[in-house]
């Protein structure tokens, strides 16, 4: 029972009385309604995968959205989560990014949430977590569609003159967001040549989540799971890797994490579930990229595909 907190209680007796359990009234309704929905908004990498939207990855909480990247697809994902059912990510309530680093795949769907939600309506800025370089492209972004909205805001549409702003926080490791939904922990990896990049952990009423973003094999993702309730996290083909140029396999390896590497980090993170996520097959599989994982991880495992939900 986790149910033993402060605020009201009620005592209910079993039988004769000879067994009592204690339950927060309040805590009860905060477990009844507190969902965590985890949904894959987009999967791919910088190729033009028609399965596989840009990466993008939505923690959803009691109806609350919390974005994780926003590669290219990322409101028309949202909008076909809501359609299979995920409230939370009705476009309109789009108002919370984190961005793990400044690579083109997972922020070329930035001019896409901050304008298609406002189109649609959303009145709060949005407000986006990020290294830094991130207050520049926003500042750029909304510089580059200052016609658009001169025209929206004073050409006549009937749209508010508030929901197209954005507030940038450039951030550090540590605790960056708190609300009433969700704890979020930035801590820096490792993705090759940029000079900042960050995984997050979420901690939700019910579940704690981990993301790796870009990165090669690092020792925050394993401190930050550590036994969480789902982590995920890139990944690129073993065998795929060994029939690319030499030139890319220098890059790859310096960039992002091998199956065989995950398999070890998984190892140590122990997460309840591995979810395979901004894949780079070559070739190979998904199933096979998942047996590559399997020869060395015991753990439950599954490949991402978008507008998984878990
Ligand atoms: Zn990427
Ligand atoms: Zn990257």
Redesign the pocket.
């Known amino acids: 029972m986790r149910l033993f907190l402060s605020g009201f209680c009620l005592i209910a007796m079993f039988g004769a009385g000879n067994s009592s359990l204690t339950y927060d009234l309040r805590d009860l309704q905060t477990l009844k309604e507190s969902k965590t929905q985890v949904v894959l908004l987009g999967t791919g990498t910088p190729n033009a995968d028609p399965e596989r939207s840009g990466p993008s990855v939505a923690v959803v909480v009691n109806d609350t959205p919390y974005i994780i990247d926003f590669g290219p697809g990322i409101v028309r994902r949202a909008a076909a989560a809501f359609q299979k059912g995920v409230k939370g990510l009705k476009v309109d309530k789009l108002k919370t990014a984190f961005v793990t ?1 400044l ?1 083109s ?2 922020t070329t769907g930035y001019a896409d949430l901050i304008f298609t939600p406002w189109t649609l309506e959303r009145k709060e800025p949005l407000q986006v977590f990020g290294p830094k370089g991130i207050k520049g492209m926003t500042e750029h972004l909304l510089k580059a569609y200052s016609q658009d909205i001169d025209i929206r805001v004073n050409g006549g549409e009937p749209s508010n003159h508030t929901g197209y702003k954005v507030i940038a926080h450039e951030i550090k490791a540590g605790v960056i967001y708190k609300d009433e939904n969700v704890t979020v922990k930035a801590f820096p990896v490792k ?1 090759g040549t940029w000079q900042q990049a960050f995984g997050y952990r979420f901690e939700t009423p019910d579940k704690t989540i981990v993301i790796s973003g ?1 990165c090669v094999p690092s020792e925050g993702v394993v401190e930050n799971c550590n036994g969480c309730d789902v982590l995920i996290h890139e990944v690129y083909s073993t065998t795929g890797f060994a029939k690319r140029p030499p030139e890319w396999q220098k890059y790859h390896s310096s ?1 992002h994490t091998s199956s065989r590497e995950l398999a070890e980090i998984a190892s140590k993170a122990k997460p309840k579930l591995l979810v395979l996520y901004h894949q780079l097959f070559w070739g190979t599989s998904e199933e096979d990229l998942v047996k590559e994982i399997q020869q060395n991880y015991k753990g439950k495992v599954v490949s991402g595909r978008d507008l998984d939900i878990y």
């Open positions: 680093h690579h795949d997972h993705h870009d960039f």
